[in-house]
């Protein structure tokens, strides 16, 4: 396969010194900034071999290099092995970002430009903005080429699969009353509100989970998540949702006559943007808004003002509805992940692959009336595997899972009543001094979040220390946050709530409020080894109000064993094994009501015996 990418690559350089363009910017990215995307937009995949959900190619008309961060390193030197791309370690000493990468590679004199191509409609403006910005500031100008025509015409030429030329697209669905967790009427209202409240004209999105959200309706255009491909204008007049003509259904139609909705049809997306907001103010993320939409905007004298007009913070805050459902939907889904668990548990080591253990987590949330798919590929890794964050296990490439070694198990489903994610990993066979260590270590710090009372007005950057800080104090850490947020029925990713060590935009700085999930997943990856993360997710209450002010506090909505064979009790302080049994007793009472007795005898043992000796 890797003679297939270099072949594109090539393909592409000599296009590039055709068209005098100095470097080509290739992402799997869609014109909605999506976190997944369908295959339809998985040009990097497509060109450099590398699939992690985080990656930059940047090719010259003599060089290649990718950029990926430290959740893909490993996966990253695995897929780009024998290609002549270079893999930039993101957040290494001396590797550069691309915008300042193209400073240091442009050979053009001050003052001249450095032609940078790439497909409009798959280029976010901020990220467009911060190379023209470090350009600029280094003596050059960037001219951008907008071209979407360019590596489809390579792929057609080497004959790549039909799933890069047509893009997916599904009839939407309305979500019965039962299911709503929010009234449309009132979601229009708000961003109103907030519309004539900044003096502004049009409010324009191009998030899908927030579009769906808006309008109670989900799509299936992108795998995992339950979004359809749409765009939506609001105005003090009206309100337009853009969708595929494919999508339309008499459901749908009804919908939007009932609640005034105009439909509009997606791929007019453009030249409809131009109509509706000429010398408009209009209220958008401009920072993920891309770059195709932007030229339109700015072409017809609109005027940009930065905001969401607070619909990120009305999906984030949960209603008490949906609060009721997604306690519900993760009771169901923490059963089915210790029905996993004790199957495992009766599995001879050396029986069974990654692959299999998959299959058969991913069947288990089948088995559950609500359940509609996954939330995610689940990722079913064992020992050095399991290191590799994001690590992607196939039916011909997967590992045997035998004795001596960490099993690690990431997952989650998409059910009619939640979202649901979940990481475990169990011990096959007896652990080792430094595997318990490691591994007491994480459950310390998942538990020190989980357990924690703050003041409101903390953000994910004042709680993110807890977590870290056993870890911390052996002189370890991982490459990644340790909290995200979580949707309704949506996105397994949600913000603009974050636990991370520094904070991003409004991720990690914006202040938790009561009705926010957010998951808690510390780690520990040693390359070769093994990787451990523990992950359950919490939902943000109000625990006191009293003369200091408000407090707030955690709640898991997770309920699933943690295996007490990998836990040195010796590292605990009495207070951290007493919140451990506690929580092991919950795991027991909330779930040993939907197992069968031989499930439920082996969730004892894993819970109230093991914290009793």
């Not at 004539?196 to 992108?222: C, P, Q, T, W």
């Not at 064992?382 to 011909?396: C, D, I, Q, S």
């Not at 020190?448 to 911390?472: E, S």
Request: charged share 25%.
């Amino acid at each position: 396969m890797v003679a297939i990418y270099k072949t594109r690559i090539n393909l592409l350089q000599t296009k590039l010194k055709e068209l005098n363009i100095d470097y080509f910017i290739i992402s799997d990215a869609d014109p909605h900034h999506s976190e997944y995307v369908c295959d339809y937009y998985k040009m990097r995949s497509a060109f450099s071999g590398f699939t992690g959900s985080n990656g930059t190619l940047l090719v010259g008309m003599e060089d290649a290099c990718l950029w990926t961060d430290g959740r893909y390193f490993i996966q990253a030197e695995k897929e780009l092995a024998g290609s002549d791309v270079v893999l930039m370690r993101m957040g290494d000493k001396d590797v550069p970002p691309v915008r300042d990468f193209l400073v240091q590679h442009s050979e053009v004199g001050e003052g001249k430009s450095v032609t940078i191509g790439c497909d409009g409609s798959c280029m976010m403006k901020g990220a467009m903005d911060e190379i023209k910005d470090t350009l600029e500031k280094s003596g050059k100008k960037a001219d951008f080429y907008f071209d979407d025509k360019i590596i489809r015409e390579i792929l057609k030429e080497t004959n790549a699969e039909e799933k890069y030329f047509k893009a997916k697209c599904s009839k939407i669905r309305v979500l019965p009353d039962s299911l709503q967790g929010k009234r449309i009427d009132n979601n229009i209202q708000a961003i109103r509100e907030s519309l004539d409240k900044a003096h502004a004209d049009v409010f324009l999105s191009e998030k899908l989970d927030s579009n769906m959200y808006l309008f109670n309706i989900r799509g299936e255009d992108i795998t995992y998540n339950p979004v359809a491909f749409s765009y939506v204008l609001v105005t003090a007049e009206a309100v337009i949702l853009f969708v595929k003509d494919e999508a339309v259904s008499d459901e749908l139609k009804a919908h939007a006559n009932r609640y005034n909705i105009l439909l509009e049809s997606y791929d007019c997306f453009t030249e409809k943007l131009a109509f509706y907001t000429a010398g408009k103010k209009v209220m958008t993320e401009s920072a993920s808004l891309n770059a195709k939409a932007y030229e339109v905007l700015n072409a017809n004298n609109a005027k940009v003002l930065e905001g969401d007009c607070g619909v990120a913070l009305l999906q984030a805050v949960k209603s008490k509805k949906e609060i009721k459902l997604i306690k519900d939907t993760y009771l169901k889904d923490s059963a089915a992940v210790c029905k996993f668990l004790y199957w495992l548990s009766m599995q001879a080591p050396g029986t069974i692959t990654e692959y299999d253990a998959a299959c058969k987590m991913d069947a288990l949330r089948g088995e559950i009336p609500e359940n509609r798919g996954l939330s995610f590929n689940t990722i079913s890794a064992f020992g050095p595997n399991a290191a590799m964050m994001h690590y992607e296990t196939t039916k011909e490439t997967c590992a045997t899972i035998e004795e001596g070694n960490l099993y690690l198990l990431d997952s989650g489903g998409q059910y009619d009543g939640g979202t649901t994610d979940v990481t475990r990993t169990v011990v096959i066979g007896e652990p080792t001094e430094e595997m318990k260590q490691d591994f007491t270590r994480v459950v310390r710090g998942m538990l020190a979040l989980q357990n924690a009372v703050f003041m409101k007005g903390c953000t994910g950057m004042n709680l993110d220390i807890l977590a870290r800080k056993p870890m911390w104090e052996a002189y370890m850490d991982y490459k990644c946050g340790t909290g995200h947020g979580i949707g309704y029925m949506l996105n397994v990713h949600e913000g603009p709530q974050a636990i991370r060590m520094r904070g991003t935009g409004i991720a990690g700085t914006t202040e938790f409020e009561p009705g926010m999930l957010v998951s808690d997943e510390p780690g520990v990856y040693l390359e070769g080894k093994y990787g451990i993360r523990m992950e359950n997710i919490l939902l943000c209450e109000e625990a006191c109000e009293n003369g200091d002010g408000t407090f707030l506090c955690f709640y898991p909505l997770t309920y699933v064993p943690v295996d007490m064979r990998l836990i040195d009790k010796t590292q605990m302080e009495p207070k951290e094994w007493a919140q451990l049994c506690e929580y092991q007793q919950a795991v027991y009472e909330r779930i040993a009501p939907l197992l069968t007795a031989e499930e439920c005898a082996w969730l004892e043992a894993e819970t109230l015996y093991v914290c009793t000796k």
